[in-house]
């Protein structure tokens, strides 16, 4: 290792191509000792590409890595964690039905013997680790088991099992509750206190304010600036991610809502291993109104969407579309039919079907109806028509009717989605995470989207993950925490409540 | 994650739908067996009231939600009273043809290559590949190892050349699955295929339109002292080839490396969650190329039993017969686990031995029994008794970042 | 993505690889691309020829041996001389008579491939359909032609159809992999048509029982022959049948509601099923409609030329099988599907009783066939290294000449 004051790690010149774009171009980057140093950066932005750089699980086409002031050059993870580096990836990389331990051994296998594997060794052995690390976690438990701030503690064991001076620690954030954020920050602060030197990454600036002594901002590829804590501030910081100023705030009259459209009563929904994920939810939308359901990942929403649309059978419970009355079994179709209008939280997943064109992707609802076909018959001309039309009604550029959708962008393909949802001139449309993974410029689409669609008298179904993006955006917000409604509120309610509703006041010993 | 499921409300464990189902589907059982020695109840009575009991108990167990366990009930309680009757039909006498101590015996013979395809098959879906070409490697092992006794001389000599030759085949499914992120059962598909066409052009081109040899080094029987002689214990298990002691040797052995040592557990992370085991450094292709190969060469040891074990040093095209098929079936039935592969094996064995016998008075017998190691799969696939889970990488291609 | 398939936040999502390979066929088909199947067959051929000529065997002698026996060279004897006495026109009809088996069979593979179903179980449908054409055959003699005739293809076409139709419904209803279900289902189907037909079976024949057979079908039930003298199995109507099935799949797949939701689920299920299709039906009408072609493959052989068939026969009985090949090598469409059958038709055929053994060993030959239907299966697998083997020839002059700019 290097003395106190110079770099642990170097990266020089790094550069990254894909086929069609330069997910990194000549980026540097040092790490200090001890130091917590924070990748900012859009999605995109080509934080994940240089630490998988950094991690050996990617090849650079140019630069160089210096760890301990000496090349070193990474072929595959193996090589990184004999430097001493160790990395939290964001999708955390356990084994759901192996044990903790086994998690955090393998590879590095504690053997008696001569060729069996040291089971009670190595269960003793991460309890010693969490211990001296204040990392409570149970050894024997299996993964699939504890709790995901707890599965992020055994990730961070797997890396200093492994002897890691350096951790990498991939938006490590971004499915805790802010409470087991906070606690993670503690271990983070404890990590550096023992020498460790941390690489942060997030798309947070709040985040990288508490915890970061010096932030390196990323934007498309390129190292913007590395700048010290000290005089960061969030409007700087959001500067540089994105290039010009932020719109914080979308520009909407207030709302003016009239009948009820859409109306959830007690509505219980289990998953597929018979756990209650929704818990007796009801809510109304009114028409001319956009209503955010606010919470952490996890907390019922997808199951509470899945069921409002057909795709997930109910337990109980109603759900009335314009005063039509659901209960028991139905069917996507009959919510289609219904007028309800969905943009999924995945349009990869679900959304889209990329390997059909525009036109059939866009017919998605309306094929097996006149005018797309009539008695089992399809009228492909027809289906290409009117995607024409609604290409350019939405803008949605980069192929016509006939080109296939896994070949547009993400804000494009979106696009699409909305495009579908929209013209069918549904009464309510639920849109659930519907920015995900876009960039600025589409994001601010399909906000000014959803507020047009408001005015129009649409009733608006919001589920979002990023609170800034319900506070922006909502007429009404609810809070969701574990299945259930934990609050309501009016526009312009305060951060600080909704955040703390969404931790339902969970407690969890750290 | 999420957490396990916990029933909601407590009842003794008896009375819970699972345990009636599972009784369920072992009275189903009971009601062939009631016509078989050592009970060979005559009055079709017995197997009726006993499989219409079970039947109404999968029932019983379906209504209250325990529907995969009730159904089993329900589809052991109809064969178990289909079968029952049947065996009340035929003659007493006959049974003990069918029922003899040399059934043991032939058990083991007909699960031998069941155990090693099953096996083979294991190994590879645990490190994530699957393995539907397990037909073709164990084909090759057959023909190899009969080429490689004769030419070579030596039984020895044709191990070698059948774990070559299902060596190679899995080598090439490997790369194909693996290297290619080809379908992986598109890629054993056609291991199979061009196993049938390999192995037959080259048994014709070597040797023509007459068969192998007389007297090709075949791999030796074991007599077991104290045993060879004892009666019932003698002809069951005394003098067996010594493949057969191999395989099931092979099952604790592929028990422990697979559960109980580092390279089981490496191998099971990149069944389960190869980028995971790619993140702590472990080279996924070549614990996969690596857990292919031995499966090959497993499944190729089944097929060296057919020809040179029991088969006394002979081939004919297509040896293996659907072996393979069934090997794969056994691993699934056995759900991915050295014991469970073995088991199921063993009965599908067993099967298969009773419905060489049983055409003696039942030819609609006999075809029942070779049919059922396939519905059993079947109904275990559908997950109707107990649902056969594979790995969770099984079938996916690994993609380095 | 092998897992958890998280887009990748700087690589845009078309530059994910692609592995599912449902997926990167679709992806081929709408490319339209020759290419692969081409060199497929090409290369699947070489190999083949490699082996015959390691084992001391001119390749080429073989393969011209391979094509005469299929009839293949009587399209180049012009004036055609229709009359099947005709060695070379009698070859040929016998390949479109087996050919008229593989479209069937293929199209049992490629219908559910495009709903993204595998079918392995293609052998047991055929059995089946051959089962239930042989009873319909044997029974009601006494009706006229047509009828009896219609009688046995729908019977068949139905029983395929039900027998694929446990697949699909296990598939639906519980999610039991096809492949898996299928492969046990054909082993069911041939074990039952070894009972069926076998001694003491229902469906044996009564006039001589020591034979393991089936009946005989009756005159009535006999699909009539246009090509050919029908006492030396000439080429019947069934041709016409599977050629109007492959008119039937194109058109159920792309201009009908069926296979826009056919195509839905076989791209992306969970955006089908947004979409308010059905998906679990979509399964089992799949299947359905697959063994519904295999079925009918199987009551045009048995009612067009076999009209009887045996113990032995279910066991060497293969051919269903070879639909995997056809329908891969076909990319799952109808005109692929229409030009492999014939390819593998030739190949079947003039391989087996159309090869002169003086020219090259059937025994040897009907061997190759099987080896180069797997290699044919193996390179459509790899469709990647076939593409990389196309690309990196194609490569070789522009970088040449970027060097030659470099220099």
């Given at each position: 290792?290097?003395?106190?004051?110079?770099?642990?790690?170097?990266?020089?010149?790094?550069?990254?191509?894909?086929?069609?774009i330069?997910?990194?171009?000549?980026?540097?980057?040092?790490?200090r000792?001890?130091?917590?140093?924070?990748?900012?950066?859009?999605n995109?932005?080509?934080?994940?590409?240089?630490?998988?750089?950094?991690y050996?699980?990617t090849?650079?086409d140019?630069?160089?890595?210096?760890?301990?002031?000496?090349?070193?050059?990474?072929s595959?993870?193996?090589?990184a964690i004999?430097?001493?580096?160790g990395?939290?990836?964001?999708?955390?990389?356990?084994?759901?039905?192996?044990?903790?331990a086994?998690?955090?051994?393998?590879?590095?296998?504690?053997v008696?013997?001569?060729?069996?594997?040291?089971?009670?060794?190595a269960?003793e052995?991460v309890?010693?680790?969490?211990?001296?690390f204040?990392?409570?976690?149970?050894p024997?438990?299996?993964?699939?088991?504890i709790?995901?701030?707890?599965q992020q503690r055994?990730?961070?064991?797997?890396?200093?099992?492994?002897?890691?001076?350096?951790?990498?620690l991939?938006?490590?954030?971004?499915?805790l509750?802010?409470?087991?954020?906070?606690e993670?920050?503690a271990?983070?602060?404890s990590?550096?206190a023992?020498?460790?030197?941390?690489?942060?990454?997030t798309?947070?600036?709040?985040?990288?304010?508490?915890?970061?002594?010096?932030?390196t901002?990323?934007?498309?590829?390129?190292?913007?600036?590395?700048?010290?804590?000290?005089?960061?501030?969030?409007?700087g910081?959001?500067?540089?991610?994105?290039?010009?100023?932020?719109?914080?705030?979308?520009?909407?009259?207030?709302?003016?809502?009239?009948d009820?459209?859409?109306?959830?009563?007690?509505?219980?929904?289990?998953?597929?291993r018979?756990l209650?994920?929704?818990?007796?939810?009801?809510?109304?939308?009114?028409?001319?109104e956009i209503?955010?359901?606010?919470?952490?990942?996890?907390?019922?929403?997808?199951?509470?969407?899945e069921?409002?649309?057909?795709l997930?059978?109910?337990?109980?419970?109603?759900?009335a579309?314009?005063?039509?009355?659901?209960?028991?079994?139905?069917?996507?179709?009959?919510?289609?039919?219904?007028?309800?209008?969905?943009?999924?939280?995945?349009?990869?997943?679900?959304?889209?079907?990329?390997?059909?064109n525009?036109?059939?992707?866009?017919?998605?609802?309306?094929y097996?109806?006149?005018?797309d076909?009539?008695?089992g018959?399809?009228?492909p001309?027809?289906?290409?028509?009117?995607a024409?039309?609604?290409?350019?009604?939405f803008?949605?550029r980069g192929?016509?009717?006939?080109?296939?959708?896994?070949?547009?962008?993400?804000?494009?393909?979106?696009k699409?989605?909305?495009?579908r949802e929209?013209?069918?001139?549904p009464?309510?449309?639920?849109?659930?995470q519907?920015t995900?993974?876009?960039?600025?410029?589409a994001?601010?689409?399909?906000?000014?989207?959803?507020?047009?669609e408001?005015d129009?008298?649409?009733?608006?179904l919001?589920?979002?993950?990023e609170?800034?993006?319900?506070?922006?955006?909502?007429?009404?917000?609810?809070?969701?925490?574990?299945?259930?409604?934990?609050?309501?509120?009016?526009?312009g309610?305060?951060?600080e409540?909704?955040?703390?509703?969404m931790?339902?006041g969970?407690?969890e010993?750290? | 994650?999420?957490?396990?499921?916990?029933?909601?409300?407590?009842?003794?464990?008896a009375?819970?739908?699972?345990?009636?189902?599972v009784?369920?589907?072992?009275?189903?059982?009971?009601?062939?067996w009631?016509?078989?020695?050592?009970?060979?109840?005559?009055?079709?009575?017995?197997?009726?009231?006993?499989?219409?009991?079970?039947?109404?108990?999968?029932?019983?167990a379906?209504t209250?939600?325990?529907?995969r366990?009730g159904?089993?009930?329900?589809?052991?309680?109809?064969?178990?009273?289909?079968?029952?009757?049947?065996?009340?039909?035929?003659?007493?006498g006959?049974?003990?043809?069918?029922?003899?101590a040399?059934?043991?015996?032939?058990?083991?013979?007909?699960?031998?290559?069941?155990?090693?395809?099953a096996l083979?098959?294991?190994?590879?879906e645990?490190s994530g590949v699957v393995?539907?070409?397990?037909?073709?490697?164990?084909?090759?092992?057959?023909f190899?190892?009969?080429?490689?006794?004769?030419?070579?001389?030596?039984?020895?000599?044709?191990?070698?050349?059948?774990?070559?030759?299902g060596?190679?085949?899995?080598?090439?499914?490997?790369?194909?699955?693996?290297h290619?992120?080809?379908?992986?059962?598109?890629?054993?598909?056609a291991?199979?295929?061009?196993?049938?066409?390999v192995?037959?052009?080259?048994?014709?081109?070597?040797?023509?339109?007459?068969?192998?040899?007389?007297g090709?080094s075949?791999?030796p029987?074991?007599?077991?002292?104290g045993?060879?002689?004892?009666?019932?214990l003698?002809?069951?298990?005394?003098?067996?080839?010594?493949?057969?002691?191999?395989?099931v040797?092979?099952?604790?052995l592929s028990?422990?490396?697979?559960?109980?040592?580092?390279?089981?557990?490496?191998v099971?992370?990149c069944?389960e969650?190869?980028?995971?085991?790619?993140t702590?450094?472990?080279?996924?292709?070549?614990?996969?190329?690596?857990?292919?190969?031995?499966?090959?060469?497993l499944?190729?040891?089944?097929g060296?039993?057919?020809?040179?074990g029991?088969?006394?040093?002979?081939?004919?095209?297509?040896m293996?017969?659907?072996?393979?098929?069934?090997?794969?079936?056994?691993?699934?039935?056995g759900?991915?686990?050295?014991?469970?592969?073995?088991?199921?094996?063993?009965?599908?064995?067993?099967?298969?031995?009773?419905?060489y016998?049983?055409?003696?008075?039942?030819?609609?017998?006999?075809?029942?029994?070779?049919?059922?190691?396939?519905?059993?799969?079947?109904?275990?696939?559908?997950?109707?008794?107990?649902?056969?889970?594979?790995?969770?990488?099984?079938g996916?291609p690994?993609?380095?970042? | 993505?092998?897992?958890?398939?998280?887009?990748s936040?700087?690589?845009p999502?078309?530059?994910?690889?692609?592995?599912?390979?449902?997926?990167r066929?679709?992806?081929a088909?709408r490319?339209?691309g020759?290419?692969v199947?081409?060199?497929?067959?090409?290369l699947a051929?070489?190999?083949?020829?490699?082996?015959?000529?390691?084992t001391?065997h001119?390749p080429?002698?073989?393969?011209?041996?391979i094509?005469?026996?299929a009839?293949?060279?009587?399209?180049?004897?012009?004036?055609?001389?229709?009359?099947?006495?005709?060695?070379?026109?009698?070859?040929l009809?016998?390949?479109?008579?087996?050919?008229t088996?593989?479209i069937?069979?293929?199209?049992a593979?490629?219908?559910?491939?495009?709903?993204?179903?595998?079918n392995?179980?293609g052998?047991?449908?055929?059995?089946v359909?051959l089962?239930?054409?042989n009873?319909?055959?044997v029974?009601?003699?006494?009706?006229?032609?047509?009828?009896?005739?219609?009688?046995?293809?729908?019977?068949?076409?139905?029983?395929?159809?039900?027998?694929?139709?446990?697949?699909?419904?296990?598939?639906?209803?519980?999610?039991?992999h096809?492949?898996?279900?299928?492969?046990?289902l054909?082993w069911?189907?041939i074990w039952?048509?070894?009972?069926?037909?076998?001694?003491?079976?229902?469906?044996?024949?009564?006039?001589?029982?020591?034979?393991?057979?089936?009946?005989?079908?009756?005159q009535?039930?006999h699909?009539?022959?246009?090509?050919?003298?029908p006492?030396?199995?000439?080429l019947?109507?069934?041709?016409?049948?599977?050629?109007a099935?492959?008119?039937?799949?194109?058109?159920?797949?792309?201009?009908?509601?069926?296979?826009?939701?056919v195509?839905?689920?076989?791209?992306?299920?969970?955006?089908?099923?947004?979409?308010?299709?059905?998906?679990?039906?979509k399964?089992i009408?799949?299947?359905?409609?697959?063994g519904?072609?295999?079925?009918?493959?199987?009551?045009?052989?048995?009612?067009?030329?076999?009209?009887?068939?045996?113990?032995?026969?279910?066991?060497?009985?293969q051919?269903?099988?070879?639909?995997i090949?056809?329908?891969?090598?076909?990319?799952?469409?109808?005109?692929?599907t229409?030009?492999?059958?014939?390819?593998?038709?030739g190949l079947?055929?003039?391989?087996?009783?159309?090869?002169?053994?003086?020219?090259?060993?059937p025994?040897?030959?009907?061997?190759?066939?099987s080896?180069i239907?797997?290699?044919?299966?193996l390179?459509?697998?790899?469709?990647?290294?076939?593409?990389?083997?196309?690309?990196s020839r194609?490569?070789?002059r522009?970088?040449?000449?970027?060097?030659?700019?470099?220099a």
């Amino acid at each position: 290792m290097a003395d106190e004051s110079g770099s642990v790690l170097e990266l020089q010149g790094i550069t990254k191509r894909y086929p069609g774009i330069v997910a990194d171009d000549r980026v540097d980057f040092d790490l200090r000792r001890g130091e917590v140093h924070a990748l900012l950066g859009e999605n995109g932005a080509g934080k994940s590409t240089l630490m998988n750089i950094l991690y050996g699980l990617t090849k650079p086409d140019e630069g160089e890595i210096l760890v301990g002031g000496k090349h070193v050059s990474f072929s595959s993870a193996k090589d990184a964690i004999e430097s001493g580096i160790g990395m939290v990836h964001q999708h955390f990389m356990l084994i759901p039905v192996m044990t903790v331990a086994e998690n955090i051994v393998l590879g590095v296998e504690p053997v008696r013997d001569g060729v069996l594997l040291d089971e009670r060794g190595a269960e003793e052995r991460v309890r010693e680790l969490s211990q001296q690390f204040g990392l409570a976690v149970d050894p024997t438990a299996l993964v699939s088991s504890i709790t995901v701030g707890q599965q992020q503690r055994v990730e961070i064991l797997k890396a200093l099992y492994r002897g890691a001076e350096i951790l990498i620690l991939d938006e490590p954030t971004a499915v805790l509750t802010p409470q087991e954020a906070g606690e993670l920050f503690a271990i983070v602060r404890s990590l550096q206190a023992d020498g460790k030197s941390i690489i942060f990454i997030t798309h947070k600036l709040n985040e990288v304010l508490e915890i970061a002594d010096r932030i390196t901002v990323l934007r498309r590829g390129k190292r913007i600036d590395t700048v010290s804590r000290q005089g960061a501030t969030e409007e700087g910081l959001a500067r540089m991610m994105v290039g010009r100023e932020v719109l914080l705030r979308v520009d909407k009259a207030p709302a003016s809502p009239t009948d009820v459209a859409l109306e959830v009563k007690d509505l219980q929904v289990v998953d597929e291993r018979n756990l209650e994920k929704v818990r007796g939810v009801s809510f109304t939308v009114r028409r001319g109104e956009i209503v955010a359901i606010a919470g952490v990942d996890g907390n019922g929403q997808t199951e509470l969407v899945e069921a409002i649309t057909g795709l997930r059978r109910i337990a109980s419970g109603t759900v009335a579309v314009r005063g039509r009355e659901f209960e028991g079994h139905f069917t996507p179709r009959m919510m289609i039919d219904a007028g309800i209008g969905h943009i999924p939280e995945d349009r990869h997943r679900r959304g889209l079907v990329l390997e059909f064109n525009l036109a059939e992707n866009i017919a998605l609802h309306d094929y097996d109806r006149p005018p797309d076909s009539k008695r089992g018959w399809l009228y492909p001309a027809r289906l290409v028509q009117r995607a024409a039309r609604l290409i350019k009604e939405f803008d949605i550029r980069g192929g016509g009717p006939l080109t296939l959708a896994r070949a547009l962008s993400g804000g494009n393909q979106q696009k699409v989605v909305v495009a579908r949802e929209v013209a069918r001139n549904p009464v309510a449309l639920i849109a659930a995470q519907p920015t995900r993974g876009l960039d600025v410029g589409a994001i601010e689409y399909v906000h000014r989207r959803l507020v047009a669609e408001r005015d129009a008298g649409r009733a608006i179904l919001l589920v979002s993950l990023e609170l800034d993006e319900v506070l922006s955006l909502a007429d009404r917000i609810l809070v969701m925490y574990e299945g259930r409604i934990v609050g309501e509120h009016a526009a312009g309610a305060g951060e600080e409540e909704i955040g703390l509703e969404m931790l339902g006041g969970r407690k969890e010993a750290a | 994650m999420t957490n396990h499921a916990q029933p909601l409300q407590e009842t003794h464990w008896a009375f819970q739908p699972k345990a009636i189902a599972v009784a369920g589907s072992i009275l189903g059982l009971v009601a062939f067996w009631s016509a078989l020695p050592p009970f060979t109840v005559r009055s079709p009575l017995v197997p009726v009231l006993i499989g219409v009991l079970a039947i109404a108990a999968g029932l019983w167990a379906v209504t209250r939600g325990t529907r995969r366990l009730g159904w089993g009930a329900i589809a052991s309680g109809v064969i178990g009273l289909g079968l029952g009757l049947l065996a009340t039909r035929s003659s007493s006498g006959n049974l003990h043809v069918v029922f003899a101590a040399d059934l043991v015996a032939q058990v083991f013979v007909f699960a031998t290559p069941l155990t090693f395809g099953a096996l083979g098959g294991m190994v590879s879906e645990r490190s994530g590949v699957v393995n539907v070409g397990l037909e073709g490697m164990m084909l090759m092992g057959a023909f190899w190892g009969v080429y490689g006794a004769d030419k070579g001389g030596t039984w020895v000599v044709g191990i070698l050349a059948a774990l070559a030759g299902g060596g190679l085949f899995a080598l090439l499914h490997a790369y194909w699955s693996i290297h290619l992120r080809a379908n992986q059962i598109v890629s054993g598909m056609a291991i199979n295929f061009l196993a049938l066409g390999v192995t037959g052009y080259f048994f014709e081109q070597l040797y023509g339109n007459q068969n192998i040899p007389s007297g090709v080094s075949t791999v030796p029987n074991v007599a077991i002292p104290g045993i060879d002689h004892m009666a019932y214990l003698g002809p069951a298990i005394g003098d067996l080839n010594l493949l057969i002691w191999v395989g099931v040797a092979f099952v604790p052995l592929s028990y422990f490396i697979l559960f109980k040592t580092p390279i089981g557990l490496r191998v099971r992370a990149c069944g389960e969650h190869p980028r995971a085991a790619d993140t702590v450094g472990i080279n996924v292709y070549a614990v996969r190329y690596a857990a292919v190969v031995v499966s090959g060469m497993l499944a190729a040891l089944g097929g060296a039993f057919l020809s040179i074990g029991f088969g006394g040093g002979s081939f004919t095209e297509n040896m293996t017969e659907g072996r393979g098929f069934i090997a794969l079936a056994a691993m699934i039935f056995g759900n991915w686990r050295p014991f469970g592969a073995w088991g199921a094996a063993l009965l599908f064995g067993f099967s298969t031995a009773l419905a060489y016998r049983l055409p003696v008075y039942s030819s609609s017998a006999a075809t029942l029994f070779q049919v059922l190691p396939y519905v059993l799969t079947l109904i275990a696939v559908a997950g109707v008794i107990g649902r056969s889970v594979p790995p969770a990488a099984d079938g996916q291609p690994y993609v380095k970042q | 993505m092998s897992e958890q398939a998280t887009p990748s936040a700087n690589v845009p999502p078309e530059q994910e690889p692609s592995t599912d390979f449902v997926v990167r066929l679709g992806v081929a088909q709408r490319a339209g691309g020759l290419v692969v199947p081409v060199l497929t067959a090409v290369l699947a051929f070489l190999a083949g020829g490699i082996v015959v000529a390691a084992t001391g065997h001119n390749p080429l002698t073989a393969y011209r041996g391979i094509w005469d026996g299929a009839g293949f060279n009587w399209i180049f004897h012009i004036p055609w001389n229709t009359n099947t006495v005709n060695l070379d026109a009698f070859n040929l009809s016998q390949t479109l008579l087996t050919t008229t088996t593989l479209i069937l069979v293929g199209l049992a593979v490629a219908f559910p491939f495009r709903c993204g179903l595998f079918n392995i179980g293609g052998q047991g449908q055929y059995l089946v359909g051959l089962i239930v054409a042989n009873w319909v055959g044997v029974s009601f003699a006494s009706w006229p032609t047509l009828p009896h005739v219609l009688l046995g293809i729908g019977a068949a076409a139905f029983a395929g159809a039900a027998w694929a139709g446990i697949a699909g419904f296990l598939k639906a209803t519980t999610g039991a992999h096809e492949v898996i279900s299928t492969i046990m289902l054909n082993w069911i189907a041939i074990w039952g048509g070894q009972y069926l037909f076998g001694q003491g079976g229902p469906l044996q024949n009564t006039y001589n029982t020591a034979a393991p057979e089936s009946g005989t079908v009756v005159q009535s039930a006999h699909i009539p022959v246009f090509w050919g003298n029908p006492v030396l199995q000439g080429l019947d109507y069934g041709i016409f049948v599977a050629i109007a099935a492959l008119v039937v799949f194109w058109l159920i797949l792309n201009r009908t509601t069926l296979g826009y939701e056919v195509r839905a689920v076989g791209f992306n299920p969970e955006a089908a099923a947004y979409g308010g299709i059905n998906v679990r039906r979509k399964y089992i009408q799949a299947m359905a409609i697959s063994g519904a072609f295999a079925g009918l493959a199987g009551a045009l052989d048995m009612l067009g030329y076999l009209f009887q068939f045996g113990v032995l026969d279910v066991q060497a009985s293969q051919i269903g099988f070879l639909g995997i090949a056809v329908a891969l090598l076909g990319r799952n469409t109808a005109v692929g599907t229409g030009i492999a059958a014939f390819l593998f038709g030739g190949l079947l055929y003039g391989t087996t009783r159309g090869l002169n053994p003086s020219v090259f060993d059937p025994s040897l030959a009907g061997n190759l066939t099987s080896m180069i239907q797997g290699l044919i299966v193996l390179f459509v697998g790899a469709d990647v290294f076939v593409l990389y083997i196309w690309n990196s020839r194609r490569k070789l002059r522009p970088r040449r000449r970027a060097e030659a700019a470099a220099a």
